[in-house]
């Protein structure tokens, strides 16, 4: 089931796409959240949630964007703050299947593309079973100041490579955050763990792990 042809980057994005979404997790990560508005705004915690839910899908597609602008710190503070109160390595397991998916795509150039600070993602790979350097590239807003769907850190990315838009594929569990920007610069897009057919995504796939089918 080859179908994606002439792809030799592969483009990942983290929570979320290189392990199953978990609500547990994604609670972790909003209440760290709430914690950085409270910490700068001395909002309570019902205000922080409040003034969180009028902006975030509303003004800002991005929750890290959302907290930053709320909180009056620039998009890469508010990620730093928000992952040093959660641990993301405490919702996550050696997963054999993704070990053995990277073995099978060991051909490929691999880039991490996530929302979170590089540092915390290093730490929770090898807990996922991946040794860190199997990414030859991490981007996040502590390299390019802006957190996705912002395209610059797509556009960094192709200026990395110096390969044809079309060479890349962006691996990621949302739909307009994740894909979008990579599809409107070229990119070839997949979205995983889903079951309904993302607008942007040229592939979709119920698990990251059945991705091997479209490319080897």
């Known amino acids: 089931m080859n179908t994606l042809t002439g792809i030799k980057v592969l483009v990942w994005d983290f929570d979320g796409t290189l392990f199953k979404p978990n609500q547990g997790f994604f609670n ?8 950085v508005l409270m910490n700068h705004k001395s909002w309570t915690r019902e205000q922080s949630e409040e003034e969180f839910q009028k902006v975030y899908k509303v003004v800002y597609p991005s929750a890290t964007q959302t907290i930053g602008n709320l909180a009056g710190i620039t998009t890469s503070q508010a990620a730093l703050e928000m992952e040093n109160l959660f641990d993301r390595r405490n919702f996550v397991a050696k997963d054999e299947k993704l070990i053995e998916l990277f ?3 060991k051909n490929y150039r691999h880039i991490m593309f996530g929302n979170g600070i590089i540092a915390k993602h290093k730490e929770t790979l090898p ?10 590239l991490y981007v ?6 802006k957190t ?22 962006m691996i990621g569990d949302r739909d307009l ?7 409107a610069l070229g990119m070839h897009t997949c ?3 889903s079951d309904k057919p993302g607008k942007h995504a040229d592939i979709t ?7 091997q089918q479209y490319l080897l």
């Not at 996922?128 to 030859?136: A, D, H, Y």
């Not at 996040?140 to 100041?145: D, K, R």
């Not at 610059?152 to 838009?165: C, E, N, S, V």
């Open 28 to 35: 972790a990560v909003r209440e760290a959240e709430f914690k």
């Open 103 to 105: 073995s099978k795509l």
């Open 127 to 136: 807990v996922l079973g991946i040794p860190p350097e199997t990414f030859e």
């Open 140 to 145: 996040t807003s502590e390299v390019v100041g």
């Open 148 to 169: 996705k769907p912002s395209p610059d850190g797509f556009q960094y990315i192709l200026d990395y490579t110096k390969l044809a838009p079309n060479q890349h594929l």
């Open 177 to 183: 955050v994740d894909l979008a920007p990579a599809q």
């Open 191 to 193: 979205l995983v763990w």
């Open 205 to 211: 796939i119920p698990t990251t792990y059945d991705l």
